[in-house]
């Protein structure tokens, strides 16, 4: 495994592990996205709530990555629910990106009495080749049954918040055994955790930084993962780790951290 390595999801496509998330990176998006392919990072994670697809955007352009070699995704925000809603929302964030084709489209929350809709018109894109996946992000398991149920298109990816501290079992395990792969957002806990100290421990015990033991801990989970950073110097340590593994022991002592955190949003509750 290295920073190039992918997973391919059940659509075929193909996604890479690592990418860089861009919420709240505002106006150093551009930079933060061409440091980022710069180190060898194929993937940019961000959402029409961000307010900053046109910076990723602009980054593409201006790199010297080929636009083809880098997995773009992009979400469907609350306010924008509904058939007709969606596809406008779609085209907004298309103009926005200065692209043909987004990579991977997702719902970023599971808005009741809308959601399926929408869904409808996230299918319809993906059948007009507008998109080369579809998903779903914050969507627990009684959310996934009822669009599982109602639809023709299983989720490529549900995208959740997961560290050793908030791991969401239930809903990962449903995802794995549905062939839907799970992307780890906010893998350093919003810097909340990062210096607890078994984290600690495993992180002096192998020479790294307990944010780059984190991300660690989640690509040997098999997730795709998501740290989000607008530092050069993180860009770039975030990216350095794939010349180290976590052992046995190592990864049970942080799955022993479990604690139900949630640093963001906690869905389980949403009907």
Same mark, same amino acid.
């Given at each position: ?42 993937? /940019?994670? @961000? ?8 910076? &990723?955007?602009?980054?593409?352009? #201006? $790199?010297?990555? %080929? ?17 007709d809603a969606a596809l406008r929302a779609f085209d907004a964030s298309v103009a926005?990106?200065? /692209?043909? @084709? ?8 599971? &808005?009741?009495?809308?959601?399926? #809709? $929408?869904?409808? %018109? ?8 507008r998109v080369r996946a579809i998903g779903v992000s914050n969507f627990m398991v ?11 298109? /299983? ?117």
């Open positions: 495994m290295d920073i190039t390595s992918t997973l391919t999801l059940n659509n075929g496509v193909t996604i890479p592990r690592l990418g860089l998330g861009v919420f709240r990176s505002g106006a150093s998006t551009k930079d933060a996205v061409l440091r980022a392919l710069e180190v060898g990072y194929r993937h /940019v994670d @961000t959402a029409h709530i961000y307010r900053n697809e046109e910076g &990723v955007g602009q980054a593409l352009r #201006e $790199s010297e990555v %080929a636009r083809e070699d880098v997995f773009v995704t992009t979400k469907l925000w609350n306010d924008d629910h509904g058939y926005a990106l200065g /692209v043909e @084709t987004i990579d991977l489209w997702l719902i970023h929350w599971p &808005v009741p009495e809308k959601r399926l #809709e $929408s869904w409808r %018109a996230m299918e319809r894109v993906l059948k007009e080749g009684h959310h996934l049954e009822e669009l599982r149920a109602n639809s023709e298109v /299983v989720p490529a990816i549900n995208q959740i918040e997961i560290h050793p501290f908030g791991q969401q079992a239930k809903v990962t395990a449903w995802c794995k055994e549905k062939g839907i792969a799970v992307q780890a957002y906010s893998p350093l806990t919003k810097a909340k955790r990062l210096d607890d100290p078994a984290l600690g421990r495993v992180a002096n015990a192998v020479g790294r930084t307990p944010a780059q033991v984190l991300i660690r801990w989640a690509l040997q989970h098999d997730l795709i993962v998501l740290p989000k950073s607008a530092d050069p110097g993180r860009i770039a340590e975030n990216a350095a780790v794939f010349d180290f593994a976590l052992d046995v022991p190592q990864m049970e002592e942080l799955d022993g951290l479990e604690e139900g955190l949630h640093t963001a949003w906690d869905p389980t509750t949403e009907p």
